[in-house]
């Protein structure tokens, strides 16, 4: 189950990450039309590697965690919503470390 948890924490940092890139650029957006035309090429990019590659990996991520740790419906729910609510993603893994392994993770 540690290898399981450990891909779904990588998953979940990449997947955060780009989510709260998108959000921010999307802020900047608003903010600033000038600046917004120079980054649209990246917006595009990280956008679709975000919602094609990076979030159904994620998923896959978190389905094998939540089946090999037997985790309810509500955990598996909250997982998927965290690919699409910014910073949510840092905080389930936060609490699954704490649930799965409440005295730390093992050493490698």
Same mark, same amino acid.
């Given at each position: &189950?540690?290898?399981?948890?450990?891909? !779904?924490?990588?998953?979940?940092?990449?997947?955060?990450?780009?989510?709260?890139?998108?959000?921010?650029?999307?802020?900047? /957006?608003?903010?600033?039309?000038?600046?917004?035309?120079?980054? /649209?090429?990246?917006?595009?990019?990280?956008?679709?590697? /975000? =919602?094609?590659?990076? !979030?159904?990996? !994620?998923?896959?991520?978190?389905?094998?965690?939540? #089946?090999?740790?037997? #985790?309810?419906?509500?955990? @598996? @729910? #909250? &997982? &998927?919503?965290? =690919?699409? @609510?910014?910073? #949510?993603?840092? !905080?389930?893994? /936060?609490?699954?470390?704490?649930?799965?392994?409440?005295?730390?993770?093992?050493?490698?």
């Amino acid at each position: &189950m540690l290898k399981a948890f450990r891909r !779904y924490r990588f998953m979940s940092f990449v997947t955060g990450t780009t989510l709260l890139t998108l959000c921010v650029t999307l802020l900047l /957006h608003t903010v600033d039309l000038t600046f917004w035309k120079k980054i /649209h090429l990246f917006v595009d990019v990280v956008g679709i590697g /975000h =919602g094609v590659v990076l !979030y159904p990996i !994620y998923l896959v991520m978190s389905f094998q965690l939540a #089946l090999k740790a037997r #985790l309810n419906i509500g955990y @598996v @729910v #909250l &997982m &998927m919503g965290a =690919g699409f @609510v910014p910073g #949510l993603a840092f !905080y389930m893994e /936060h609490r699954m470390r704490l649930k799965l392994y409440p005295q730390g993770l093992p050493a490698a």
